[in-house]
């Protein structure tokens, strides 16, 4: 028996691969000849009956396009064979007919088609004064016929909505991959902008201090190693999500509202003169809004440390029992570069920025300062 199955299933397979046409010209040969041959049987094959059973099988070629007119045909052509008594009790063509239209037909043509078919299988017993036991048994093989043309629907539809789950998930899967790496560059922008453009003021400054004040230039070496080891941990954090899922690698928190002090700190040693105040009672936040919080004062003060030309800078965090405030600002020269991304790259940090407060429900603002003078961020994160 299993043997058997086996064949049974590489038979299906086989004819699944060939061609519709092929298929559906092999299916009307067969209820032909099976016209033809019934009719030789009964003693009752009379020179119109193979025209007749072209009549009735041919339409079959298109069963698949045209089902509900293909089942009409067919049925009217069969009540005639059936009338005439050259048909047998099985109607083969009519069989394919009923399945085709009952997997491929809307529900209304199928309910016109199954009462044509009923009136079809009455007439076709009642004129040759058949036994009315027939019309049980045929009865019987056409409610199979179209009980397995309904499955086929059933499992065609089926298909059908899985492959479109598929396709959406497969769309969604894409969508949270693309935000993923969007994150990892943000992550990664902010860390290297800001972390390189201390170390790179710093460096620059180096040399001159060594010659007039060489305890302020053992400082700043000293700031430029506390920078970049802190770079490389962020980074170790931000890549870690790209790893393996089993990989016991640094997973820690992203740094947030904690951070800001050693922030401000390592800027102030850069030799801007920075601050940090902070107005109303803090309070705990959501992590998310920690680190975008962090990410926004970053990145304001990576631009006045590369741009800005300023003498002084100043953060200033903003707490209300919904939101908490950012706002940092300069004495620099004027606004920092536009927010359109420019071929060295500039602008990409206030997009980032942006992205990020939307994200968190927030908003952002960045202009020049009061009276034109200096450059200043400002933004408001929900914390409810």
Not at 114 to 130: E, K, N, Q, R, Y
Not at 202 to 227: K, L
Request: contains cysteine; proline residues 6%.
């Amino acid at each position: 028996m299993g043997r058997l199955s086996e064949y049974g299933e590489r038979l299906a397979a086989w004819g699944r691969g060939l061609p519709p046409v092929a298929v559906d010209a092999a299916i009307a040969a067969a209820c032909a000849l099976y016209v033809i041959f019934d009719a030789g049987v009964a003693d009752r094959l009379y020179w119109w009956v193979p025209l007749a059973a072209s009549v009735n099988t041919v339409p079959l070629l298109w069963r698949r396009r045209y089902p509900f007119a293909v089942t009409a045909i067919t049925g009217v052509s069969t009540t005639v064979l059936a009338s005439a008594d050259v048909l047998s009790d099985v109607p083969a063509a009519q069989l394919v007919a009923t399945y085709t239209f009952a997997a491929l037909s809307p529900p209304l043509l199928r309910l016109i088609a199954v009462l044509c078919t009923v009136a079809g299988i009455t007439v076709s017993i009642v004129i040759p004064d058949d036994e009315a036991l027939n019309l049980g048994m045929i009865g019987i093989m056409f409610a199979i016929a179209y009980a397995l043309g309904t499955a086929a629907r059933a499992r065609r539809d089926r298909i059908a909505m899985l492959e479109e789950r598929a396709l959406r998930l497969t769309r969604e899967q894409e969508t949270v991959a693309t935000r993923e790496r969007e994150r990892i560059a943000r992550e990664m922008h902010d860390i290297l902008a800001h972390s390189m453009s201390l170390v790179v003021v710093q460096a620059e400054a180096g040399p001159i201090a060594v010659r007039h004040d060489p305890d302020r230039a053992e400082q700043m070496f000293d700031t430029i190693s506390v920078t970049a080891r802190d770079a490389l941990a962020q980074l170790r954090r931000v890549l870690g999500v790209l790893r393996s899922a089993d990989d016991d690698g640094d997973r820690a928190p992203q740094p947030g509202l904690e951070a800001l002090p050693g922030l401000v700190e390592r800027v102030d040693e850069a030799g801007l003169t920075a601050t940090l105040t902070q107005d109303g009672a803090p309070r705990p936040v959501p992590a998310d809004v920690a680190a975008t919080a962090y990410r926004i004062v970053q990145e304001s003060l990576t631009n006045t440390v590369k741009h800005a030309a300023a003498s002084r800078v100043d953060v200033r965090l903003t707490w209300s029992d919904s939101a908490l405030g950012i706002e940092v600002a300069d004495d620099g020269g004027g606004p920092a570069p536009s927010s359109a991304p420019s071929a060295n790259g500039s602008g990409h940090g206030l997009i980032g920025m942006r992205e990020r407060v939307a994200a968190a429900g927030g908003t952002l603002d960045a202009g020049p300062g009061p009276g034109g003078v200096g450059f200043r961020v400002t933004a408001s994160l929900r914390l409810d």
